[in-house]
């Protein structure tokens, strides 16, 4: 039989989580670890999005790793060519290159209890592992609605995150179909190029006004010859935004302020009465994730652009037809619908110790312990978890302290010998859950009056941290060896945690 590779952990995913987790492992002294990658280069969502106008809308200064800071973001919020060129650069200065498995999809992971660790089989062939840290990210699956008719369009079809730059959109009539943070960046990208856009929008958008500008050479000259300028700069970033998220949190009544500022927003750009009372929401801000843009509306109102306020119900022919009933021809569609959030097909592919699926285990929503842990699925990890995303501010600061949490829990395992395995007790997680459930009752996601993508089909919020990220930094500072079972390799039984002690 071949013999397979073996490592200490496996992390897979080379977005921002799974490129951050593997310079925790060096930091930590691991280096037996790969990087599985399905893809050709590294940078998870920022490989994968490249449609016209894409970027952040977070500043770049926060939305960057604290021990990797850039002092040459070229403006306030970086575009994806920049960001993805970060990602490139973080690779190379930290030597992860070695460790990238790059086009090894991971088809399966099984955790083998005899043996203690986790069997990954890929597209390129098994290795083994024993610990999985699986940073595959929530943005990752693109999701395309079933629309009736789509498949005998004629015309050219693609999502936002695969968009085909072989396609010439100039003269084209296309249809954008959703309104979210993708396609309200596509717009006014493609606008000006395009014969006619068709806009569908399901439920309008709360966009704030996007105040974007270069960073001067003065200041990035200042932030390379004095980087706690840079430190100072990011803090300030994080700070105001740990002061807003309380509104989110808590207060979502204070919001009405933001509305104010928002409605403004859509005044100043559209003066037809009717097209603005289609893209006012009627729900509360901040419910959905709130856009910024500058540019977003001015577009709308080209007399190049409709905007059907109604999801898009079929395609008949070369039409796109609206649940209003208003039909178009185009040459084009392309979808801004979003991703498989809540229902990542990555869970599909992972078997924990009762020989169940993650999906299977989530099937009621999903749930871990600290956002990283699952019941059942020993040694598995994942960057990016359950109820781990933020409304308000930059990933990269949970991912952060995700990152401090699988540091311990290195540590941890490491100091249990060779050949143990921790497993989160069911009575840990649910006692976490019940915590961030009792915290979201009264937070804008679930009391604003929408539905959004932070929400599973059960309606629970399974994706969006409750609180500040400091809250969720201290959360994530340590492993609590009483929230886990220690499995011995051979057993696969409990040990009684007494015992450890
Ligand atoms: P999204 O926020 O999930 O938006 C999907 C859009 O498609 C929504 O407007 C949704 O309408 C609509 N939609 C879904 N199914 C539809 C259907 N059958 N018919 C018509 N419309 C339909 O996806 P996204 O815009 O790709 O953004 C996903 C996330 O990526 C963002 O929330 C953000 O976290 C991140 N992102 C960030 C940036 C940035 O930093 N600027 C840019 C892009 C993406 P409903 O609202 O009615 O559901």
Request: hydrophobic fraction near 40%.
């Amino acid at each position: 039989m071949a013999k397979h590779e073996h490592v200490r952990v496996a992390v897979i995913g080379s977005g921002f989580g799974g490129l951050g987790a593997a310079v925790r492992l060096r930091r930590e002294g691991i280096t037996d670890f790969v990087v599985l990658e399905r893809a050709d280069s590294v940078g998870g969502t920022w490989r994968d999005n490249s449609y016209p106008g894409c970027a952040c809308d977070v500043p770049s200064h926060l939305y960057s790793f604290s021990f990797a800071p850039n002092p040459d973001w070229p403006r306030v919020f970086s575009g994806q060519s920049h960001i993805r060129a970060y990602l490139e650069h973080l690779t190379d200065t930290f030597g992860l290159r070695p460790h990238l498995r790059l086009n090894h999809e991971v088809l399966l992971m099984r955790w083998i209890t005899e043996a203690a660790h986790w069997e990954i089989e890929t597209s390129r062939g098994i290795i083994t592992a024993d610990v999985v840290v699986s940073a595959t990210g929530p943005l990752s699956d693109p999701k395309v609605p079933e629309v009736s008719g789509l498949d005998s369009f004629p015309g050219k079809v693609f999502h936002s995150a695969r968009w085909d730059h072989g396609y010439d959109l100039r003269g084209k009539r296309v249809a954008v179909i959703g309104t979210g943070a993708s396609a309200i960046q596509i717009v006014p990208a493609i606008q000006p190029d395009v014969a006619r856009l068709t806009l569908f929008q399901r439920t309008p958008p709360w966009v704030l006004p996007r105040a974007d500008r270069a960073i001067s050479g003065a200041e990035r000259w200042l932030h390379r010859k004095v980087p706690a300028t840079a430190v100072a700069r990011r803090g300030l970033l994080w700070g105001i935004r740990e002061l807003q998220v309380q509104a989110f949190t808590k207060r979502p009544d204070e919001l009405g302020l933001v509305e104010r500022v928002a409605k403004a927003n859509i005044a100043r750009a559209i003066k037809d009465p009717a097209l603005r009372a289609r893209l006012t929401p009627s729900y509360r801000i901040g419910c959905k994730r709130i856009l910024l843009s500058s540019t977003y509306y001015p577009a709308l109102a080209r007399p190049n652009v409709d905007v059907v306020s109604s999801g898009l119900a079929e395609v008949r022919g070369s039409a796109v037809v609206g649940a209003d009933g208003a039909q178009t021809e185009v040459d084009a569609i392309i979808f801004g619908t979003g991703f498989h959030v809540t229902d990542m097909p990555i869970a599909e592919r992972v078997v924990g110790a009762d020989g169940i699926t993650l999906a299977e285990a989530w099937k009621d929503g999903m749930e871990s312990l600290r956002g990283a842990t699952a019941a059942g699925f020993p040694n598995w990890m994942t960057v990016i978890g359950p109820n781990t995303g933020l409304g308000n501010s930059s990933m990269i600061l949970m991912i952060e302290a995700q990152l401090s949490y699988l540091g311990d829990y290195l540590r941890t395992l490491g100091s249990l010998g060779p050949g143990a395995a921790l497993t989160p007790r069911p009575a840990a997680v649910d006692a976490w859950n019940h915590r961030v459930q009792e915290r979201m009752k009264r937070t804008v996601w679930n009391t604003g009056g929408c539905t959004s993508w932070y929400l599973d089909d059960n309606g629970r919020n399974t994706t969006i941290w409750p609180g500040t990220t400091t809250e969720f930094r201290r959360a994530t500072r340590a492993v609590d060896l009483r929230e886990y079972d220690v499995v011995p390799a051979r057993t696969g039984k409990p040990r009684d945690r007494e015992a450890l002690r």
